[in-house]
């Protein structure tokens, strides 16, 4: 049987007809002038429809940023697109799509956390263990001159537990702070 080859209009245009999916994709914008407009242009410039735009100025995020909660749609095939564009842009991406963080984790940060710059280092943990602080706690029994500590939960992604905690230890060694990691189950 003789090969039959596909018709070049298929490889050519993105499917747009029944192909077009819903997608919702988590944002943070600093606090100034046009950085919605900045973070909406790729949007368009790569194929995607604005559905619905969520601003939550009155919200700050903790390395205070802007949440923005974006639904879009788009041909599946140019999604990915979409959300490389916007990180190109220097957009902070939290979630895209069904690309959001699957795991939470818990660790605890023991020294002179208020003296090295609590929110520096809450930044270098989003940023370089690529994780969301969703929660912390402080401690300061003896005053913010003293030692302190913090629990944070963090949303990571799935089966990067591993990763993450390596980061975090950096992190600690960097700042001289103490890494107390909680036992994660099923490990030799």
């Known amino acids: 049987m003789a090969d039959v080859p596909e018709p070049e209009s298929d490889e050519e245009e993105p499917e747009t007809d029944g192909g077009v999916r819903a997608y919702t994709v988590r944002l943070e914008l600093v606090d100034e002038p046009g950085e919605l407009l900045r973070a909406l242009e790729p949007i368009s410039a790569n194929g995607g429809n604005l559905l619905s735009i969520h601003h939550e100025r009155g919200n700050i995020t903790p390395r205070g940023h802007i949440p923005v909660e974006v639904d879009l749609e788009s041909p599946p095939e140019r999604f990915d697109g979409i959300v490389d564009a916007l990180r190109d842009a220097g957009i902070n991406v939290i979630q895209a799509g069904a690309e959001h963080y699957g795991e939470e984790l818990s660790v605890v940060l023991v020294g002179d ?16 263990a690529d994780a969301v602080v969703k929660d912390l706690s402080l401690a300061a ?14 949303a990571i992604d799935s089966g990067r537990a591993k ?13 001289q702070l103490t890494v107390v990691e909680p036992l994660l189950g099923g490990e030799a």
Request: net charge negative; glycine share 4%; proline share 2%.
């Open 113 to 128: 956390l208020v003296e090295t710059d609590l929110s520096e280092t809450l930044s270098r943990v989003e940023s370089e």
């Open 141 to 154: 029994p003896e005053g913010t001159n003293a030692t302190a500590s913090a629990r944070l939960r963090l």
């Open 163 to 175: 990763q993450v905690f390596e980061a975090i230890r950096a992190i600690g060694t960097d700042k």
